[in-house]
């Protein structure tokens, strides 16, 4: 792959229970948000804070540890996080109030 054929994010979008991606070649990713169960938890606020990093190769929510990158969206690539992991992470934010708290995380980790 030379470097002009890397995918890379130039606008991050989350609408209701989705993540939209736009590429800087025009191509447009939504997936779901609860594939990646740190996002889907996280508050409003936490979501809004992101960074692209890698000139757009990965997304970074430093308010939730949480890192995507374009090529793994690219293919259909859910959360690999464990749930021991994952469940250590909720109770870590014990009484912050969530945007969407639906699903229980053993629904959401390794589902799929």
């Known amino acids: 792959m030379n470097f002009s054929e890397i995918p890379r994010a130039k606008k991050i979008e989350?609408?209701?229970?989705?993540?939209?991606?736009?590429?800087?070649?025009?191509?447009?990713?939504?997936?779901?948000?609860?594939?990646?169960?740190?996002?889907?938890?996280?508050?409003?606020?936490?979501?809004?804070?992101?960074?692209?990093?890698a000139d757009g190769e990965i997304i970074h929510w430093p308010l939730i540890d949480e890192d995507l990158s374009v090529e793994g969206l690219l293919a259909g690539r859910r959360s690999g996080e464990s749930p021991e992991s994952f469940s250590k992470w909720r109770k870590s934010r014990s009484g912050r109030e969530t945007s969407d708290q639906k699903m229980e995380p053993d629904t959401l980790i390794g589902s799929g």
């Open 14 to 53: 989350i609408k209701d229970d989705r993540l939209i991606v736009e590429l800087v070649d025009g191509r447009i990713l939504i997936v779901p948000l609860v594939w990646y169960p740190r996002l889907w938890h996280a508050t409003p606020e936490e979501r809004k804070q992101f960074e692209l990093l």
